[in-house]
């Protein structure tokens, strides 16, 4: 019910949802834009550190995000 | 080929080679007289210096000659080797060959996991294993929760004692042990009820194993969030983590076979135990005492949410794992 795969499978959802988050249309209209002037202060709170940890999913999770869907798909497909 | 039948009867005199690892005794040479007069050797003995798969286990069975009850087909081998400068050669070869693949091997998984720090985990003593036991099902008999501090020889502190020396230390012992005998129960469970498939104990590993991965996960970014760094440790928290398969294991022993209040009140009653014996052993690292507090930015409350937090999702997580279910359909 709650096995390791499901668990990859939720992973991969959630890491997609993160990464397609568009950067000036949406997360700049909330103020969760990572070059915005109240970052430079204060490295340390919560809201920082969660907007650097979104913005660092982006950046480095696309390229390995593309093989991984293209992986799930196919084997989705393939394999049912 | 010629020359090994040419050895049958001359090396009764002399010793056998243990591969130069161990001395020889008074048995081993009259076993080894009894070697002489066995089948014919096997033509694919003869190692080859150059030969990467030459065989390991030579130098540490062969020459002991077949014991009663034993059989080995490299005890035929030892008529040749002493002999022979070119097998001598070879073992020695197939050894440091051998050692250079450890040290290989060892190197490259040091890189991801650490050995040492993982041996201090599984450094444990039956009466470290029987109090962290009984604080778990009984949390409110404990004295103190307090961990010692590790000092090296300046009085610098470079870490925490060993589970063996201090027994509010975390281990992996039982966590490993708990997921082990979890799938065993859940296995048992599902064998009394007479739907057992193979298969099962597969699922109810992949289940487990997943609930453990997603806490751990989840604990590990609010960590980060919260600006907790070290006094929580990644396989501490694994640890932590892994600890609800003790209770979990006696609730869901529970579960078939006792009236609902019953297997509820116990989950309840332990649900609590468990979430009682996290907020005090995680209070230590995540909430530090005022006195220490440094220039970084603490957000003492939050964190104190966060540990009740953890240890209210303590109840979900025993509940998803008493959740066991069989591949079986029912006839």
């Known amino acids: ?80 | 080929m010629s020359h090994f039948q040419g050895q049958m009867g001359g090396h009764q005199q002399n010793p056998p080679m243990r591969g130069a690892f161990s001395p020889i005794s008074a048995e081993q040479q009259q076993q080894f007289a009894y070697n002489q007069y066995a089948s014919p050797q096997p033509q694919h003995a003869y190692p080859q210096p150059q030969a990467q798969q030459a065989y390991p286990q030579q130098p540490f069975v062969a020459q002991q000659g077949p014991l009663p009850g034993q059989s080995t087909p490299y005890g035929l081998f030892a008529q040749n080797l002493q002999s022979n400068p070119a097998a001598q050669m070879g073992m020695q070869f197939a050894g440091n060959a051998m050692n250079a693949m450890q040290e290989n091997v060892q190197q490259n998984v040091e890189r991801y996991v650490s050995m040492r720090q993982l041996k201090h985990y599984f450094d444990v003593s039956n009466i470290y294993v029987l109090s962290k036991l009984r604080a778990l099902v009984f949390p409110w008999m404990q004295k103190s929760w307090h961990r010692y501090a590790e000092r090296d020889q300046t009085g610098q502190v470079v870490g925490f004692k060993s589970p063996r020396e201090d027994a509010n230390s975390p281990d992996l012992y039982i966590p490993v042990m708990g997921l082990v005998s979890y799938v065993i129960v859940i296995g048992l469970i599902i064998g009394r009820l007479g739907v057992f498939r193979p298969e099962d104990l597969g699922y109810t590993a992949s289940s487990a194993l997943g609930v453990i991965v997603f806490e751990v996960l989840l604990i590990k970014m609010f960590c980060y969030l919260l600006n907790v760094g070290s006094e929580l440790q990644f396989l501490d928290i694994v640890a932590f983590s892994g600890y609800k398969f003790v209770t979990t294991i006696l609730v869901v022993l529970l579960k078939p076979w006792a009236p609902w209040w019953m297997t509820w009140s116990a989950f309840l009653y332990f649900g609590f135990a468990l979430a009682f014996f996290m907020i005090r052993s995680l209070r230590h690292a995540l909430i530090p005492e005022s006195s220490s507090v440094t220039g970084v930015n603490v957000h003492r409350k939050r964190r104190i949410h966060f540990l009740f937090v953890i240890a209210m999702t303590q109840f979900l997580y025993i509940w998803i794992l008493m959740q066991y279910k069989s591949s079986a359909v029912k006839p």
């Open chain 1, 1 to 80: 019910m709650f096995g390791f795969g499901t668990l990859l499978y939720v992973t991969l959802l959630l890491l997609n949802a993160v990464a397609i988050l568009n950067e000036e249309r949406f997360l700049a209209r909330i103020g969760w834009a990572r070059n915005s002037a109240e970052l430079y202060g204060d490295t340390e709170s919560v809201k920082a550190k969660l907007i650097n940890l979104i913005s660092a999913v982006r950046t480095l999770m696309r390229i390995p995000l593309i093989a991984a869907n293209v992986v799930v798909i196919v084997y989705a497909l393939v394999l049912g």
